[in-house]
Antibody, heavy 120, light 112 residues
Framework: QVQLQESGPGLVKPSQTLSLTCTVS??????????WSWIRQPPGKGLEWIGY???????YYNPSLKSRVTISVDTSKNQFSLKLSSVTAADTAVYYC????????????WGQGTLVTVSS | QSALTQPASVSGSPGQSITISCTGT?????????VSWYQQHPGKAPKLMIY???NRPSGVSNRFSGSKSGNTASLTISGLQAEDEADYYC????????????FGGGTKLTVL
């Protein structure tokens, strides 16, 4: 059974870069059938796409965040990562990593989520 | 990128059936059969309940069903149970953006 686990700092200062890593277990990130995604949820609000990546490195970003987002993959470690630069309080959210079936657009497995607070 | 439109809240009594709507346009919900639904309990990650409009993943109760008519997709929960109380989100493919996926705003289901 595939499992995903987010890791990274829970507190980031304004204007700095938020960095998170998602470790995939129980399956290979290079399997080729799926994409690997980041989705966030501000407190009390709905889900928002950040973007997703294929094991080959192809990336797809939400235009509203594209100028600040970088998603990368490390197949040797079975991990993928998120960097969000120039953060503000509006970037405070629970960040989820998830396995995404791009062909039909559904997310089959999610990490537990990690709360990242942007505050000085 | 506009979110799909869902009612903010719906409610029902145990045993009843409820329907949650997800309204989009011909560029998303109406144009493609790539609508999915997620259930999210407080403090938990979302869980896939329906994919490709009406397909249920293995392990999801058959009390959950999905459908689509025109630009509106629907999630119906029959035989409502207390454990169904949660937030529900729809998602769809969209051709109106360079990023091809969009979520609905979410619906809070209360079991009375």
């Amino acid at each position: 059974q595939v499992q995903l686990q987010e890791s990274g700092p829970g507190l980031v200062k304004p204007s700095q870069t938020l960095s998170l890593t998602c470790t995939v277990s129980g399956g290979s990130i290079s399997s080729g059938d799926y994409y690997w995604s980041w989705i966030r949820q501000p407190p009390g609000k709905g889900l928002e796409w950040i973007g997703y990546i294929y094991y080959s490195g192809s990336t797809y970003y939400n235009p509203s965040l594209k100028s600040r987002v970088t998603i990368s993959v490390d197949t040797s470690k079975n991990q993928f990562s998120l960097k969000l630069s120039s953060v503000t309080a509006a970037d405070t959210a629970v960040y989820y990593c998830a396995r995404f079936y791009d062909s039909s657009g559904y997310t089959t497995h999610w990490g537990q989520g990690t709360l990242v607070t942007v505050s000085s | 990128q506009s979110a799909l439109t869902q009612p903010a809240s719906v409610s029902g009594s145990p045993g009843q059936s409820i329907t949650i709507s997800c309204t989009g346009t011909s560029s998303d919900v109406g144009g493609y059969n790539y609508v999915s639904w997620y259930q999210q309990h407080p403090g938990k990650a979302p869980k896939l309940m329906i994919y490709e409009v009406s397909n249920r993943p293995s392990g999801v109760s058959n009390r959950f069903s999905g459908s689509k008519s025109g630009n509106t997709a629907s999630l119906t929960i029959s035989g409502l149970q207390a454990e169904d109380e949660a937030d529900y989100y729809c998602s769809s493919y969209t051709s109106s953006s360079t990023f091809n996926w969009v979520f609905g705003g979410g619906t809070k289901l209360t079991v009375l």
